[in-house]
């Protein structure tokens, strides 16, 4: 994972199936062009983002799994 950094303005952001309308915790995603994940704040769109090296991202998402 690379440091913050300015929210790409191409992006084409989601926001997470895990966020809700009801004020929760917002993250949008996007995929990048060179393969990277993109991931940011959803109450703060200008503000910056997390990116995640192309064939990370699984893995980051598996090491927060609950199911263990």
Request: some cysteine; overall charge neutral.
């Amino acid at each position: 994972m690379n440091h913050p950094a300015e929210s790409p303005r191409d992006a084409d952001w989601f926001t997470s199936s895990y966020s809700n309308n009801q004020g929760g915790a917002c993250v949008q995603g996007a995929r990048l062009p060179d393969g990277r994940m993109a991931v940011r704040d959803s109450k703060h769109p200008s503000g910056p983002a997390f990116t995640f090296k192309a064939g990370s991202w699984g893995p980051f998402l598996a090491s927060l799994s609950t199911d263990g």
